[in-house]
Structures are given as C-alpha cells and as structure tokens.
C-alpha cells in the first residue's frame, strides 16, 4: 500500500506567502518602469525649454508697440522705452514706426534674464504706462523660447494743465490778469507766472485779507485737450510763509474733491526737494490731471496780530520716469513722487510746449 503525502498546514502558509512576494514584486517592477517612461515622455517645463532655447540663442529680437490708453479709437503712438534687466541694466530703445500697428524692432536684449519695461516720460508725445502707474510691461524667462519677443505698453500724451479760481467765502470767481476774466486759463503758457487778483477786478490788486481772517478758495482744474493728461501722478506745491515775517498765514488746510490731503514733502527725492525750496508745503494728488474737472479747496487763515500782504504761489508739478543722471542703474519716479531731473540744473520732466513751469499766483492785499 503507498505511502500518503502529507502536507502540512505551515507549508501551504509558506507556498501562500511566496506566490503573494513573487506577483508583488512584479507589480512594483511594473510601476517602477511605468514611472521611467513617463519621466522620459513627458513634456519639458517651460522653464527648461528656454534654458535650452537661449543656449542656442543667447540674444533675442525684441519688438514693440505703443498703444494709447485713452483715445476712444485706436491709436499707436512714438516712445521711449526703458528696458531694465533682472541685474539693473538699463537700455533705452525708441519705438518710431506710429501711427503702424506694427511691432517695431526696437533692438535686441539678452536671452536667459527677466526684464521689465518702463514708458520714458517724453514732453513731446507720451508719458508713461497709463493714467497713476508705474506698473511695468514684463518679458520672463519662460516666454524665452523664440527669437522674436513682442510685447505693447500703454501710453498717453501730455497736456498742460489749466485753472480757474473761485473764492467760496464771495462764491464769485477770481480775475486772472493777463486775460482780464474769470473763465479757465492754460498754466505755462507764457513767459512769466499766471496772476490771479480778486472777485472785483483784473487790475493787479489782490483781495484784502485782515488780522485773523480766513480766506477759501477753490482750485477748479484739469487738462487743456481730451484724451491726454498732464503726468503720471500729480504733486501740488504751495508757499505761503514770507521769510521776512513768518508769521502771515498759518498753515493751510488743502482737499481735493472733499478729501484733506497731508504734506509729503518729506518724501521727495533730494533733488525734488531742492528744485522746490522756497515751497513750504507739496501735496500728493494721487491721480495725474485729465479732461475731467476735479476741485482743491485751500483753507487759509491770516496770523491774529498781523495783516497778511504775502501773496501765496502755487504750483503743480506733474511726475512722471526718468533715467538717473547720476546713477545709470536707476530711474526716477517708480514711486510717483519725481518731476524734475537729477541734474545741477534739475529740469522739470512733466511740462510741454516749452513751458518752464505750472506755477500761479494769488494776490492779497
């Protein structure tokens, strides 16, 4: 009679054990080499691409279009660029193929880095990257993948700014010398300061103000065309203090459409605050000047114990980008605070048509 085999229950357990470790292993050879052909098949990151694409292509072409942001129609305009590189490099291009739509090769830049590109505030023609921005147009390192970079920034035309005052204690407005009436006049339009005298007359005889007494006006402002605006941002400069007797006028209380406004003048760039002295107090607008009416109302109060006979001068200055004279790694007015060069003579960057300043008098008496 044979002999039975006799399996034990701890053999089938082991026999179990070894077919699961056998069909696992399998399984994890098969992901493992699913996992190296989707490594090795997928896409490349963008980044990598470029990386590859400026090796083989160290400079690129780039191509430009100025665009104004404020006509109703679309219209390219002529400009400047400034063309900064990740590392400070700045290049500055021109852009002269308008009124074309077409990108105009402006120059070339240097692949593998980021840029951004800023609109030179040019008194002829544009202004910058549109209406309170300094917002630049930028240029990544993974679009780098072509030989031809297009990119469009956003300008708009200067313009001068234009006034009438009204005195709201008379509710009448006041009379501006030169034209002898009381409608809007363009400032910088002639050689000498723009005068305002009082309610009554042209003639160059200003309001009488007393010991302790108030005196409201209201600034009624904006661009002298439609469709331009006078700087990116708008500053507002006033001087009322007479160095020979201080005292005069205390310290004006300034709003713009019914919001007070605060001195910034501790801000400014050096030479910002040089080309200003003589101006006790600059007010930020926080909005460049356009073809919509906006109103500062200026509070002034005479001292108690003296009759004021300084006449207060006012000023806007409008701001906009520059290049550095002294540093060619840096422009002026990214923070919207400049409007003149940084030059000995520290010219204003914000005027057109040969205007050498926006400033106007008010006349007391």
Request: hydrophobic share 35%; net charge negative.
């Amino acid at each position: 009679m044979k002999k039975g085999v006799t399996v034990s229950g701890g053999t089938i357990l082991l026999g179990l054990f070894l077919i699961v470790v056998v069909i696992g292993g399998f399984y994890f050879l098969s992901k493992q080499q699913t996992a190296v052909v989707q490594e090795l098949t997928k896409p490349k990151a963008k980044e990598v691409l470029a990386q590859e694409f400026c090796t083989q292509n160290p400079t690129l072409n780039l191509y430009a279009r100025a665009l104004d942001q404020l006509t109703s129609s679309v219209n390219f305009r002529n400009a400047t660029i400034y063309v900064v590189r990740e590392d400070g490099i700045i290049s500055e291009y021109t852009i002269d193929n308008a009124p074309s739509s077409n990108f105009d090769n402006v120059g070339t830049i240097e692949c593998g880095y980021s840029y951004k590109l800023y609109v030179k505030t040019d008194n002829s023609s544009t202004v910058g990257t549109g209406p309170f921005t300094a917002d630049p147009v930028e240029i990544t390192k993974d679009e780098q993948t072509t030989e031809n970079i297009k990119k469009e920034v956003k300008v708009v035309r200067l313009d001068r700014p234009r006034i009438r005052i009204r005195d709201t204690d008379e509710e009448a407005f006041i009379y501006e010398n030169s034209s002898g009436g009381t409608d809007y006049v363009n400032l910088g339009s002639g050689p000498s300061t723009i005068i305002f005298t009082s309610t009554s007359s042209p003639v160059q005889t200003g309001k009488t103000i007393g010991a302790g007494d108030e005196y409201n006006i209201e600034i009624r402002f904006k661009t002298e065309e439609a469709d331009k605006q006078c700087g990116l941002n708008t500053l507002f400069a006033i001087d009322y203090a007479d160095e020979s007797n201080p005292n005069d006028w205390q310290e004006p209380t300034v709003s713009l459409d019914g919001k007070q406004l605060s001195d910034v003048k501790g801000k400014l760039q050096e030479d910002n605050l040089l080309a200003l002295t003589g101006y006790e107090k600059v007010y930020d607008l926080g909005m460049p000047i356009g073809e919509s009416e906006h109103k500062l109302n200026i509070n002034l109060v005479a001292s108690s114990d003296v009759n004021p006979d300084y006449d207060i001068t006012m000023r806007f200055i409008c701001t906009g980008i520059y290049l550095s004279s002294k540093d060619p790694s840096t422009l002026l007015g990214l923070d919207k605070l400049a409007g003149f060069r940084d030059t000995s003579s520290r010219e204003e960057f914000g005027l057109v048509d040969g205007a050498s300043n926006y400033a106007f008098k008010l006349l007391v008496e």
